[in-house]
T-cell receptor, first 118, second 115 residues
Framework: EPEVTQTPSHQVTQMGQEVILRCVPISNHLYFYWYRQILGQKVEFLVSFYNNEISEKSEIFDDQFSVERPDGSNFTLKIRSTKLEDSAMYFC????????????????FGPGTRLTVL | AQSVTQLGSHVSVSEGALVLLRCNYSSSVPPYLFWYVQYPNQGLQLLLKYTSAATLVKGINGFEAEFKKSETSFHLTKPSAHMSDAAEYFCAVRGGSGGSEKLVFGKGTKLTVNP
């Protein structure tokens, strides 16, 4: 079964450093998302991406954050200058259409990248 | 705008007992509703979804949920709990057809299954 993959599984960085979190969405999906989950809190939407541009973003997604689809398979989240409060689990997700359907309603999540900012 | 409230951050049941995890939603547009499960150190796996078709939705692993518009609820049930059901469960809502793609999650309910 196709799945979303994310690398690395765990990233440790110093405050102020730049990090890039990588995701490979399900092949043939066209919609891509990033969410984050701070320890003990709810999963929060960050950004959605379609047709090579941001389609929606939350107030969390400020100028420190950027997303990119550098090639036909990868989808990345960059944090330019990390802060302690950026420590969280970051989830990538993707949704359809898949061949034979036009469904975009189901988002499939990757296993997450745990980012620790020291 | 959408929001989700999950009643009970922790639920504990005995193996073989009924599982009931509660979810109430608020939405300004007809909603799509989802239940996801997260096993320890893993990502979010879709259990089931409601997208304006049948109000009683069946999912994987014997779970089902019923959409009740009058009660703005989408509670998750399973007739008989297994040890393997121990996990955290998240209810999520998004705008329906043509609405915002973003999922809004509840805080999650951690299910413990006792032998």
């Amino acid at each position: 079964e196709p799945e979303v993959t994310q690398t690395p599984s765990h990233q440790v960085t110093q405050m102020g450093q730049e990090v890039i979190l990588r995701c490979v969405p399900i092949s043939n999906h066209l919609y891509f998302y990033w969410y984050r989950q701070i320890l003990g809190q709810k999963v929060e939407f960050l950004v959605s991406f379609y047709n090579n541009e941001i389609s929606e973003k939350s107030e969390i997604f400020d100028d420190q954050f950027s997303v990119e689809r550098p090639d036909g398979s990868n989808f990345t989240l960059k944090i330019r200058s990390t802060k302690l409060e950026d420590s969280a689990m970051y989830f990538c997700a993707s949704s359809g259409p898949i061949s034979g359907t036009s469904s975009t309603d189901t988002q499939y999540f990757g296993p997450g990248t745990r980012l620790t900012v020291l | 705008a959408q929001s989700v409230t999950q009643l009970g951050s922790h639920v504990s049941v005995s193996e073989g007992a009924l599982v009931l995890l509660r979810c109430n939603y608020s939405s300004s547009v007809p909603p799509y509703l989802f239940w996801y499960v997260q096993y320890p150190n893993q990502g979010l796996q879709l259990l089931l979804k409601y997208t304006s078709a049948a109000t009683l939705v069946k999912g994987i692993n014997g779970f089902e949920a019923e959409f009740k518009k009058s009660e703005t609820s989408f509670h998750l049930t399973k007739p008989s709990a297994h040890m393997s059901d121990a996990a955290e469960y998240f209810c999520a809502v998004r705008g329906g057809s043509g609405g915002s793609e973003k999922l809004v999650f509840g805080k999650g309910t951690k299910l413990t299954v006792n032998p």
